[in-house]
């Protein structure tokens, strides 16, 4: 059966089983999840599989793949595992989208491997972590309540985000994701609309340690030479405008979309217009 077949399938790679499922038709994208540790499925997009063939990996540490190895990075190790999975797929050239973490693998994959890149979409990511890239989310977490003064749970929302997931479960972890989720969406209590709900409920998180989670493009990332398309909601308190124009600012010839309503999650907040900014990579 081949790899591209319409379905779920998996690759071992230096014997860790990686699970990808496969939907639609056209040219292949690949779509990588955020996290690290958060299930790939929040991403599925039928509206993506009317124009390309869509693959969805679960990374290693997620979904029905097997644990990350043991020394894991990250960034470096998912981009070996993705680079593996291109390969099994037997594609030349395919385009990646990457959605937060999935952005700094997508960026790295693309330097790594240009010649395998047809399109990349950066999607709610930045360029970089670190102090200044921490300070700046802690910020907009403690500012949060204020944004909604009339909504009590907002405390709950807060409280989930300053908890450390050490020792605790996948499901531990994901009823902590769960409660966080309204931050990242530009009026998740205002607008309640049930694709929200339904994300909120569906997401499922694995916890993921690593010696550094700090990383810095900004001096590589010209060199990225695959048409590029950078997309973020004005509200993403995590990777919103600011991180999004540091690629934008380096990246030649790409091209910035800025989506007025949206948060981290564009795809469900306004749907047609970050339909219309991926497809913009198609010739």
Not at 21 to 50: C, D, I, Q
Not at 136 to 153: C, E, M, N, S, T
């Amino acid at each position: 059966m081949s790899p591209l077949s319409t379905g779920t399938r998996a690759v071992t790679v230096a014997g860790t089983r990686v699970v990808y499922h496969v939907a639609g038709t056209g040219p292949v994208m690949v779509a990588h999840s955020g996290g690290p540790g958060v299930g790939s499925g929040y991403l599925r997009s039928e509206a993506l599989e009317k124009r390309f063939t869509m693959v969805y990996p679960e990374p290693p540490g997620t979904g029905e793949s097997d644990p990350l190895p043991e020394g894991a990075s990250y960034v470096e190790t998912y981009v070996d595992f993705l680079y593996a999975l291109v390969e099994h797929l037997d594609i030349p050239q395919v385009y990646l989208l990457g959605h937060s973490h999935g952005g700094f693998v997508a960026q790295r994959f693309a330097l790594r491997y240009p010649d395998r890149v047809a399109g990349l979409a950066l999607y709610s990511t930045s360029p970089m972590t670190g102090p200044e890239f921490s300070a700046a989310v802690q910020k907009a977490i403690l500012a949060y309540p204020q944004r909604h003064p009339d909504v009590p749970d907002t405390a709950e929302v807060v409280a989930a985000l300053a908890q450390d997931d050490t020792g605790m479960s996948a499901d531990e972890k994901s009823v902590l994701l769960r409660q966080a989720l309204p931050i990242y969406f530009a009026d998740f209590w205002g607008r309640r609309r049930p694709e929200f709900e339904e994300l909120r409920g569906g997401v499922y998180a694995w916890p993921q340690h690593f010696a550094t989670r700090v990383v810095d493009y900004r001096d590589e990332v010209s060199a990225i030479k695959a048409p590029t398309v950078i997309v973020t909601g004005r509200h993403d308190f995590i990777c919103g405008p600011v991180w999004a124009q540091m690629l934008f600012d380096r990246i030649p010839g790409s091209r910035l979309v800025i989506l007025e309503n949206s948060g981290h999650f564009a795809q469900q907040e306004e749907p047609e217009a970050f339909l219309e900014a991926v497809t913009s990579l198609l010739p």
